[in-house]
């Protein structure tokens, strides 16, 4: 009895009402921010490009496919309407259900493109579903006015301050990393513009430390109990729009930080916006909305201690004091998406086939900048299992390039992108393929590391199991205990850069028993220094035994080998020179010139003024809403009429934001 007590008191706590504006704020900002995160966040512009070739796709579930590029048009046009109808509170419940499925549908589809502020923003249109949002300042309120101003359920803005708190906290907690806390996730932060005020007092190595990390993870863990509370609050504010201003100046993560701005002011008073509207003047009194108390919602349990209530019912009509089962329902609700949301980010136990050299089924852990990467070199080597020839496949054959620094890094991609390639060879009756064995040889370091294997390139990944719950075998460990060179790899770099601008260092570490394949450009002069272990180099047909310390220089336009002979890892160091461009005295000059030294070019943005950005900004949103208005007509037309307009789905007038990194061999 006591326990039912006590879950009568918190349901009529969580159903009790509140004023509906602060969450109407909330409401108005997310759909707005993703009206302008549809185009080109998610991608919108770039349809054709992703969808309308026969490239391979890396959804959560086999079943889950693209339709035509016609037919994905439509689905951003419903998930855009969505968001429109979301900023305006215009059919409130079918503009969040529609963003929602649509939204979820392109999030599913494309694993390549999972972050973590993506995914915070299928879970927020899945809270706006529940909440009542739409109560205030919303076109649903102008038509019915049972809606207009009236009461939200606490729990409406407990359910969004909890998810706000658990993606500053567990950000937090994830921090509580060694590579983050001795500062090797981030480095090179400090030479952003936005860091200029303090490095006055601070050199780079201590902004990147105690700025950027040390003071990331203080600020993760404490800015939601900042928030929480009314005393600290300003300063959870303060530090809040710091953090996410640099954020957004720092990074192309689109509406993120922007969303997060938005989010802070769920955690002021229920009716701050009431309060400001009502000092404006009475001229604006009939286009701002009302600032009278909230009329009562069947969706509020209503008792006798609370303030006004008789004066509601006497001018509003009698209101619910009993929960009932619709009340308890939606609470359970929200009770069991908490509970996921505790246990997800650390879920990582269960679903062991995504793991990694990190844990988990990436874009939900909030993670978020914890760990680095840099790819050196994926070679994907396909042997025809009945005439024994090998053929070696450009990565990014089946894919594009924007996920090619993506499938390479997790099991469950790699098998995939490994099934699709074996099927597309065997449909492709001129290369004669019946049985093909694919091996996949992907070198990478995490947080400033030695490039390593990833994949045990002898493992033949058409027939290698991978299941969600169980740990691919195939999968390299991380050199851990290769960690403590991290330091002096920095140091040997920083020697490296102040002796030559033509020079380029690469630090490798390979495992007992393999070896690497390595060519070098005709272009390039190459030496290889052992830092640990024993190592075979063979070129020539000769086999040349190096020790710890010793030094080789291995041949231009020609293929070298390096067997790792030691019983431990071996790890070395290439250092390259670029013949052509020291020898030309243009590109000479140009390099050492320290006007034009390309350490030295400071990018044109920085100069502008504010005016000038935001002038930048309109025009630049402009050109890709107007090209996205144009494809998507051009798809109506066509599935509508079947008439083919010429030009359609033009996205290539204008550039894809997303950088492209060159890939380059060992």
């Not at 309308?52 to 855009?80: A, K, N, R, W």
């Not at 680095?372 to 090998?390: L, P």
């Not at 013949?579 to 030294?597: D, F, G, S, V, Y």
Request: proline share 5%; net charge negative; glycine share 4%.
């Amino acid at each position: 009895m006591a326990l039912l007590h006590h879950w009568n008191k918190f349901l009529l706590f969580m159903a009790s009402p509140t004023d509906p504006s602060n969450l109407a704020v909330l409401r108005i900002l997310f759909g707005f921010l993703m009206m302008l995160d549809i185009p080109q966040e998610r991608s919108m512009l770039f349809i054709a490009h992703q969808f309308g070739s026969d490239s391979c796709h890396f959804p959560l579930f086999s079943f889950i496919q693209p339709l035509s590029v016609e037919s994905m048009h439509v689905v951003y046009l419903v998930m855009f309407l969505g968001a429109c109808g979301i900023c305006l509170g215009f059919l409130f419940r079918l503009s969040c259900f529609s963003f929602m499925i649509t939204y979820w549908y392109i999030f599913l589809l494309e694993k390549c493109h999972w972050n973590n502020h993506s995914y915070l923003y299928g879970l927020m249109s899945f809270m706006l579903l529940l909440s009542d949002a739409n109560h205030y300042w919303s076109v649903d309120g102008f038509l019915n006015p049972k809606l207009r101003n009236s009461h939200v359920p606490k729990w409406n803005y407990i359910l969004f301050r909890f998810q706000v708190f658990l993606v500053y906290f567990y950000a937090g907690l994830k921090k509580l990393d060694l590579d983050w806390m001795t500062g090797y996730s981030m480095t090179g932060l400090s030479r952003q513009w936005v860091f200029d005020p303090f490095r006055v007092l601070l050199d780079d190595q201590t902004i990147d430390l105690f700025l950027v990390h040390i003071g990331g993870l203080v600020f993760d863990l404490s800015e939601g109990f900042l928030l929480v509370f009314d005393k600290t609050r300003p300063i959870g504010i303060f530090f809040g729009a710091m953090f996410h201003g640099m954020n957004s100046q720092m990074f192309h993560i689109g509406m993120f930080p922007y969303t997060m701005l938005a989010t802070m002011p769920l955690f002021c008073a229920y009716n701050w916006p009431k309060k400001m509207l009502s000092h404006l003047p009475n001229t604006l009194a009939k286009i701002v909305p009302s600032q009278d108390v909230a009329q009562t919602n069947p969706h509020c349990v209503y008792v006798s201690s609370d303030e006004n209530d008789e004066k509601q019912q006497d001018r509003k009509g009698a209101a619910i004091k009993m929960p009932s089962a619709k009340h308890k329902a939606l609470l359970c609700t929200v009770l069991v998406y908490m509970g996921i949301q505790i246990f997800l980010p650390y879920s990582h136990f269960i679903t062991k086939g995504y793991n990694a050299w990190t844990q988990g089924l990436y874009g939900y852990s909030w993670d978020m900048m914890v760990h680095s990467w840099s790819t050196q070199h994926v070679r994907i080597k396909v042997v025809d299992q009945v005439s024994g020839e090998v053929t070696y496949i450009r990565p990014t054959a089946w894919t594009k390039e924007h996920r090619q620094s993506r499938w390479n890094s997790h099991p469950d991609m790699i098998k995939q992108y490994v099934t699709c390639i074996a099927e597309k060879l065997m449909a492709l009756d001129e290369l004669n393929i019946t049985e093909p064995a694919i091996y996949v040889d992907v070198w990478r370091s995490m947080n400033k590391r030695f490039q390593q294997r990833m994949i045990d390139p002898n493992v033949d990944l058409v027939k290698a199991p991978w299941s969600p719950w169980q740990k691919a075998e195939w999968i390299k460990p991380l050199l851990t205990e290769l960690s403590p060179w991290r330091q002096k790899l920095i140091h040997i770099r920083k020697e490296l850069r102040e002796k030559s601008n033509f020079s380029e260092i690469t630090f490798v570490a390979d495992f007992p028993g393999l070896f690497l394949e390595n060519f070098v450009a005709e272009d390039l002069n190459a030496s290889l220094t052992l830092l640990n272990g024993e190592v075979n180099v063979e070129f020539n047909n000769t086999n040349h035994t190096l020790q710890v310390g010793e030094e080789i220089t291995v041949p231009s336009d020609e293929t070298h080998v390096v067997y790792t002979v030691s019983e431990s890892p071996s790890c070395w160091m290439y250092i390259f020179m670029n013949t052509t461009e020291w020898n030309n005295e243009t590109i000479r000059n140009w390099i050492l010139h320290p006007e034009t030294a390309p350490q030295r070019k400071i990018a044109s943005k920085k100069d502008m003024t504010h005016l000038e950005k935001f002038k930048v900004f309109l025009m630049d949103k402009y050109l890709i809403f107007r090209q996205c208005s144009i494809n998507t007509y051009y798809a109506l037309v066509h599935l509508t009429l079947g008439v083919e307009a010429e030009n359609e789905f033009d996205e290539e007038r204008l550039t894809d934001p997303e950088t492209k990194h060159d890939k380059q061999e060992l």
